[in-house]
């Protein structure tokens, strides 16, 4: 499969959008398109109703469903960049009070936890909910509370004039809006493995992340999944229940240190799970343009090949703050955003902040810019953990406006 054909999937699954997947050259695939007269057309097509796009993207699906639209005002109140759980719960409860909202993404919906098959212990779920369910649930939300969702498109860039002046944030697409309080809550995104293949063969039988569709297109195959976080375990249980069978490849010398305790117990019961402690990958062999075998070795030296059909290299990510320095905004040595008391140091404020306050709760180095979930320094990498901070900041954003003598 080429690497835009799995991000159009990709793109479906995560946005929890129903669909049927046909490979092609499949007989399945060649009758569909005979009885639609598009035998010659140029792939991926994807039928829609009565609406049938050939040579399909994530772009063109987007423009055709009514995304990728200009912002609609020049100024909100708030705006949140980026559309995890944390950002979308901001946004939920910035919009239900009343305040003029902007999300800004330039993926999809849900953050990480929009990999997530199922995430089981979410408060107020009890049979467990898809991450991708979720964020879709929670964006619909904010919209019906008017909270404006532009996404495939990030914030590039801001410019501040003074600290009690509105933030100019600059988008992908140059469209240029203010706001009078900024969330920072980007995430994060997968940390990259140096091994030998593996650049050669993303997309075509190694991936970074692993979800339902992958699992389902899995079935009988074997497979190899690298990681030990919550994310990995639900990973390799997703294609182990999908008939796949799994080698499941930890760095570490047992589980505990990072999976929740439910998730290696069902692990362990499971026939198809091949689980190796201390070993890693070494090598990515291709047939072709697509992987064949995965060649890995434990802490002894001993080193093993074996052939596999895919490599989803679930190793968990790094903050998506790259960004931080040029808009003046610090983080610790790991990259992570210090907020709050954090930003104290032996109890002096750092010298580039202008306010006789103290920075609020969540608030950053940049006044009126404040920061949530995964790329906040001590969080706690948990989806409930970043609803709470996001719904934290949509109060917090009232205390910013008065100082500011905007008028609700």
Not at 39 to 62: C, F, H, N, Q
Not at 137 to 166: C, N, T, Y
Not at 202 to 211: I, P, S, T
Not at 323 to 338: K, Q
Request: hydrophobic residues 40%; proline residues 4%.
């Amino acid at each position: 499969m080429d690497a835009e054909d799995y991000r159009l999937r990709d793109f479906l699954t995560r946005t929890a959008q129903p669909y049927e997947w046909r490979e092609a050259g499949s007989p399945e695939a060649e009758q569909f398109l005979e009885q639609l007269g598009l035998r010659d057309a140029t792939l991926p097509v994807l039928v829609d109703g009565d609406d049938v796009y050939m040579e399909a993207s994530v772009e063109k699906i987007a423009v055709a469903w009514g995304g990728l639209q200009p912002p609609k005002r020049t100024h909100y109140d708030f705006v949140v960049i980026g559309a995890g759980p944390a950002g979308l719960a901001a946004a939920v409860y910035a919009a239900s009070d009343g305040l003029s909202t902007m999300v800004a993404d330039r993926d999809v919906p849900g953050g990480q936890a929009s990999y997530t098959a199922m995430i089981e212990n979410f408060f107020g779920f009890p049979d467990g909910i898809g991450g991708a369910e979720l964020a879709r649930l929670a964006g619909r939300q904010a919209e019906r509370f008017g909270a404006e969702l532009v996404l495939l498109r990030g914030v590039k860039g801001s410019r501040m004039k003074d600290h009690d002046q509105p933030v100019e944030l600059i988008l992908d697409d140059g469209s240029e809006v203010t706001a009078s309080v900024v969330l920072a809550a980007p995430g994060m995104e997968w940390r990259r493995l140096d091994v030998e293949g593996i650049d050669e063969l993303l997309g075509h039988g190694v991936y970074y992340g692993a979800g339902r569709s992958e699992a389902a297109q899995c079935a009988g195959q074997g497979v190899v999944i690298v990681g030990a976080g919550n994310s990995a375990g639900q990973a390799v249980l997703n294609f182990g229940n999908a008939t796949a069978r799994v080698t499941m490849l930890v760095r570490g010398d047992r589980l505990e240190k990072s999976m929740s305790k439910y998730l290696i117990d069902r692990i362990r019961e499971h026939p198809l799970i091949d689980v190796h402690l201390e070993t890693q990958l070494t090598a990515v062999h291709p047939n072709g343009d697509s992987v064949a075998a995965a060649t890995f070795a434990d802490s002894s030296g001993k080193s093993e090949t074996r052939a596999v059909d895919g490599v989803f290299l679930c190793i968990g990510g790094r903050p998506h703050t790259d960004w931080c320095s040029r808009e003046h905004v610090l983080t610790d040595r790991a990259g992570y955003i210090l907020t709050g008391q954090d930003l104290l140091r032996d109890g002096k404020l750092p010298d580039c902040w202008p306010l006789d306050r103290d920075p609020l709760p969540l608030e950053t180095s940049r006044v009126g810019v404040f920061a949530a979930g995964d790329v906040r320094h001590g969080s706690t990498k948990r989806v409930a953990a970043a609803v709470g901070e996001g719904s934290m900041v949509a109060s917090l954003v009232f205390s910013r406006l008065a100082e500011l003598g905007v008028a609700l």
